[in-house]
C-alpha cells in the first residue's frame, strides 16, 4: 500500500530483524503464510524467512501482525515521484 500526497508516493516494505527473529521457536514462519502475495518464504524449518521483493511489498503489515516474536516491521523508505 503505498500513501499518495502531491505527486508523491512513499514507498513502504516489510523488513525482517534478523536479530529478532528465533525460526527455532516457530518452526513454521507464521508471517510468511500470513503474507497475501506470498514474498516472504521460509527455505525450510528452521531458517530464517526472507522478502523476496521490496518492490512488490505493498506495506500492508499482515506480516507484522502475525510475528509473534515481532520480528517484523514496515519500513517507509524514500519519496519516489508519481
Same mark, same amino acid.
Given at each position: =500500500?503505498?500513501? /499518495?500526497?502531491?505527486?508523491? /508516493? =512513499?514507498?513502504?516494505?516489510?523488513?525482517?530483524?534478523?536479530?529478532?527473529?528465533k525460526?527455532?521457536? !516457530?518452526d513454521?514462519?507464521?508471517?510468511?503464510?500470513?503474507? &497475501?502475495? /506470498?514474498?516472504?518464504?521460509q527455505?525450510? &524449518?528452521?531458517?530464517?524467512?526472507?522478502?523476496?521483493?521490496?518492490?512488490?511489498?505493498?506495506?500492508?503489515?499482515? !506480516?507484522?501482525?502475525?510475528?509473534?516474536?515481532?520480528?517484523?516491521?514496515?519500513q517507509?523508505?524514500?519519496?519516489? &515521484?508519481?
Open positions: =500500500m503505498s500513501h /499518495k500526497s502531491s505527486g508523491v /508516493k =512513499m514507498e513502504k516494505y516489510a523488513v525482517i530483524d534478523i536479530e529478532r527473529c525460526p527455532e521457536k !516457530c513454521s514462519c507464521i508471517a510468511a503464510d500470513a503474507c &497475501p502475495h /506470498k514474498l516472504i518464504e527455505e525450510g &524449518p528452521n531458517e530464517i524467512p526472507v522478502l523476496w521483493s521490496t518492490t512488490a511489498c505493498v506495506g500492508c503489515g499482515l !506480516c507484522v501482525q502475525a510475528c509473534p516474536l515481532h520480528a517484523i516491521y514496515i517507509h523508505g524514500s519519496e519516489a &515521484p508519481v
